[in-house]
């Protein structure tokens, strides 16, 4: 869903702004958006097809809940008096935030370190412990409930998609009580929170979900691993991380249980980023940089059994 000009036009006219006051800041369909005015805002745009009204007005719901119990994160704005969900056309509307304080961390600098890992691990164990008491009027989403888990998959090479079924069987057998699965934040990695004078506050609520508490656990390090393009350099990180991560996490939330999973859910989050772009993305718009990624995905997937080098657990 990219976002056309005249929408972007509306857009300017209901917020009167003038054009030179807006600019893209990403979202995976380029549909997130600053707003520089006296007081700037976050505009995130949703369409039908993909997002419910509900859907949206649950994860404000969540992210509310967490705010009220601590946990510093974003909410919404209401604009015109009435209600979060402000309309664009027949089929998108948008939310609007307040702009927080706070970067986007660099993972070249010295604030990226054990101590920023141990603060990240904290809060979401904070939030994983929150979601067991958390009763909201509009329910999160059940992790197969996402679009991806509906679609076909006979595009895929065909060892691809078995590995594909074969964790999708796996998940069958996994206990989801409540001290193991709950809402998760989905999407928990180091561009999803903001850093201010030692505080972090985190964003982008749009993939929590119910699933189970070590996938979210095994996002995190996944995509800070990533940053690691050696794979013996990536294990050592990896394994030095995830130690400052649990140590803060186990203060918010009991691991019991739950540790055992996360090298399991690693592996499947660097198949589900594969699946993911492969059938999402727009590939007659992807550069040859970004296929050349996807085929090495591809590769790494089908020749090697694991991400990472080295079991964590």
């Given at each position: 869903m990219k976002v056309d000009k005249s929408v972007l036009n509306r857009l300017l006219t209901l917020l009167n702004c003038h054009e030179s006051k807006i600019r893209v800041l990403g979202g995976y369909f380029?549909?997130?958006?600053?707003?520089?005015n006296e007081v700037p805002i976050i505009i995130k745009i949703f369409n039908r097809e993909f997002d419910t009204e509900e859907q949206i007005l649950s994860e404000i719901e969540w992210t509310k809940f967490l705010k009220e119990n601590g946990v510093n994160v974003t909410i919404p704005i209401i604009q015109n008096g009435e209600s979060y969900i402000n309309?664009?056309?027949?089929?998108?509307?948008?939310?609007?935030?307040?702009?927080v304080k706070g970067n986007h961390i660099d993972i070249n600098s010295e604030d990226w370190n054990e101590k920023l890992f141990k603060?990240?691990?904290r809060g979401m164990g904070t939030m994983h412990s929150l979601s067991k008491m958390y009763k909201g009027k509009y329910k999160r989403p059940e992790w197969n409930e996402h679009k991806i888990y509906q679609m076909n998959m006979d595009s895929l090479d065909f060892r691809i998609k078995e590995k594909w079924e074969n964790y999708l069987e796996e998940f069958k057998s996994m206990s989801n009580s409540k001290e193991l699965y709950g809402i998760i934040h989905g999407d928990l990695h180091h561009h999803n929170f903001l850093c201010d004078k030692g505080e972090i506050t985190y964003i982008d609520f749009g993939d929590s979900e119910f699933n189970w508490f070590a996938y979210d656990?095994?996002?995190?390090?996944y995509h800070a691993s990533q940053t690691i393009k050696d794979r013996d350099e990536r294990d050592q990180f990896a394994s030095l991380f995830f130690k400052s991560f649990i140590e803060g996490y186990s203060i918010g939330n009991s691991v019991n249980g739950i540790l055992k999973h996360v090298d399991f859910f690693i592996n499947f989050r660097y198949l589900y980023s594969f699946v993911y772009h492969?059938?999402?993305s727009q590939k007659d718009q992807l550069n040859k940089q970004q296929l050349k990624y996807l085929e090495k995905m591809q590769q790494t997937i089908i020749n090697q059994k694991t991400y990472?080098?080295?079991a964590l657990v």
């Amino acid at each position: 869903m990219k976002v056309d000009k005249s929408v972007l036009n509306r857009l300017l006219t209901l917020l009167n702004c003038h054009e030179s006051k807006i600019r893209v800041l990403g979202g995976y369909f380029d549909n997130v958006y600053e707003i520089s005015n006296e007081v700037p805002i976050i505009i995130k745009i949703f369409n039908r097809e993909f997002d419910t009204e509900e859907q949206i007005l649950s994860e404000i719901e969540w992210t509310k809940f967490l705010k009220e119990n601590g946990v510093n994160v974003t909410i919404p704005i209401i604009q015109n008096g009435e209600s979060y969900i402000n309309i664009l056309t027949e089929n998108l509307f948008y939310v609007a935030y307040k702009k927080v304080k706070g970067n986007h961390i660099d993972i070249n600098s010295e604030d990226w370190n054990e101590k920023l890992f141990k603060q990240w691990g904290r809060g979401m164990g904070t939030m994983h412990s929150l979601s067991k008491m958390y009763k909201g009027k509009y329910k999160r989403p059940e992790w197969n409930e996402h679009k991806i888990y509906q679609m076909n998959m006979d595009s895929l090479d065909f060892r691809i998609k078995e590995k594909w079924e074969n964790y999708l069987e796996e998940f069958k057998s996994m206990s989801n009580s409540k001290e193991l699965y709950g809402i998760i934040h989905g999407d928990l990695h180091h561009h999803n929170f903001l850093c201010d004078k030692g505080e972090i506050t985190y964003i982008d609520f749009g993939d929590s979900e119910f699933n189970w508490f070590a996938y979210d656990i095994a996002i995190a390090i996944y995509h800070a691993s990533q940053t690691i393009k050696d794979r013996d350099e990536r294990d050592q990180f990896a394994s030095l991380f995830f130690k400052s991560f649990i140590e803060g996490y186990s203060i918010g939330n009991s691991v019991n249980g739950i540790l055992k999973h996360v090298d399991f859910f690693i592996n499947f989050r660097y198949l589900y980023s594969f699946v993911y772009h492969n059938q999402f993305s727009q590939k007659d718009q992807l550069n040859k940089q970004q296929l050349k990624y996807l085929e090495k995905m591809q590769q790494t997937i089908i020749n090697q059994k694991t991400y990472l080098g080295i079991a964590l657990v």
